[in-house]
Structure formats: structure tokens, C-alpha cells
């Protein structure tokens, strides 16, 4: 995929296994709970470091072979689908691993004044399909999609997670990027697998930074 000498932030997948806050229809307010992620697959949004643009935007209702030229692959993975298959769909799926990464513009970590952390917001829609035993990520998931809303607020330095499927989780915590990241951000996604057959899509995805 992109190869970097800095240091990246710590996989989202592993902030949310301290806790989660759930709010469903069913529900007043926001129940908080704890969970622990299986060893055998996360799906992760990952920050690298690479190469510039302070104002990064994009967006994908689908993928096709045409955008292949956009990304960036590790081996096994691609397109496939109309989905980003960041782990292979193909072949012997366990134990694999895998990144797709955005390769044509990277992303400044602070405004173009350098006077604040560049804010930005960013949507997917994810789908794994687990052939084993059941398994949670944020949510029990069983094939269905999961809509994931992620914000980072650069001036107050807090990011927050929404994702959607039955019902609504919510999870924000404060964090100054300057701490884990250098100063030009490549994005994308990474994914593990274990003992059993799993897919990790990507079914669409929009990134756009925030004024």
C-alpha cells in the first residue's frame, strides 16, 4: 500500500473497544457499555502519513474498475463488487490481512493559516459478511450494511463516531492529531481476518475537510 516512516493514529477499531455509547429508538438516552472487539477481524479507518492539499474532497456512491487509478492496494486487495474488498474476496480467506488507501491528493493536518488542526468529515458505508460464529465490531453484524459517520473538530480537538444500522451508536473523545501524525495525511482503510471466511467492504465513501 503506502509505505511511511511516521507514525499513524491508533486504529479506530481499538478506541471503540473501550466503550460505546448506544442510543436507539427504544431508548431516552444513551447507554454506555463496553465491548470487547474479536480477535478474528476490525475493520479500521487509518490516518498515514504521505504527501499534501489542506482541502482534501471526495466522494464514491460505488466503486468500479475505472477508479482503481484512486487508491492505493496492498496485495489481495481491490475492487470487486461495486466495494472496496480491503481484505482478498477470493481464494483462501482466513488469516488475511489488507489496506486500500486514497492516492490521489493527501490531506495537511493543519489549516492553510496553520493556526488550527484541519477539520474534516468523512462517511462510509460498511459491510462485513462473517461466515462463523456471530461477532461484533461497534454492532452484532451479519451481512447487513452499517452507515459510519466520522468528524474531527481541529480547533476543539475532538472526534466523533456515529454508526448506523438497527440502532444508533455515538462515540467522542477529545484528541490532538499533532500528538500521533506529521504534518502531511494520506486516509484509508485496513482489515483483518481469522480463522473463519469474512468479506471487508467498502460500499461508498465521502471525505470532505471542514472550514
Known amino acids: 500500500m503506502i509505505e511511511s516512516t511516521s507514525a499513524y493514529a491508533t486504529p479506530i477499531g481499538e478506541r471503540l ?16 457499555r463496553c465491548i470487547a472487539l ?7 479507518i487509518l490516518i498515514l502519513c504521505s504527501s499534501t492539499c489542506s482541502c482534501l474532497q471526495f466522494s464514491y456512491t460505488t466503486f468500479g474498475n ?3 487509478a484512486d487508491f492505493s492496494f496492498s496485495p489481495g486487495s481491490g475492487i470487486a463488487n461495486g466495494a472496496l474488498q480491503i481484505t482478498p474476496a477470493t481464494g483462501d480467506m482466513s488469516h488475511r490481512s489488507g489496506r486500500v488507501c486514497y492516492a490521489r491528493e ?3 493536518l493543519r489549516n492553510s493559516k496553520r493556526t488550527a488542526l484541519t477539520s474534516f468529515r ?23 450494511d452499517v452507515s459510519v459517520s466520522i468528524q474531527y473538530d481541529g480547533a476543539a480537538a475532538e472526534l466523533w463516531i456515529v454508526a448506523t ?17 506529521t504534518e502531511d495525511i494520506t486516509v484509508g482503510f485496513a482489515a483483518s481476518t481469522g480463522d473463519h471466511t469474512e468479506l471487508n467492504q467498502i460500499k461508498s465513501w465521502n471525505f470532505t475537510t471542514l472550514a
Request: aromatic fraction near 14%; charge should be negative.
Open 66 to 68: 475505472g477508479d482503481e
Open 38 to 44: 474479536p480477535a478474528s477481524a476490525t475493520l479500521a
Open 122 to 144: 468523512t462517511e462510509f458505508v460498511l459491510n462485513i459478511q462473517y461466515d462463523g460464529a456471530a461477532a461484533e465490531l461497534w454492532i452484532q453484524y451479519d451481512g447487513a
Open 165 to 181: 444500522q438497527r440502532y444508533r451508536f455515538v462515540y467522542g473523545w477529545p484528541v490532538d492529531l499533532s500528538r500521533y501524525l
Open 106 to 108: 493527501t490531506l495537511k
Open 17 to 32: 473497544s473501550e466503550a460505546v455509547a448506544m442510543a436507539s429508538p427504544s431508548h431516552t438516552g444513551i447507554i454506555k
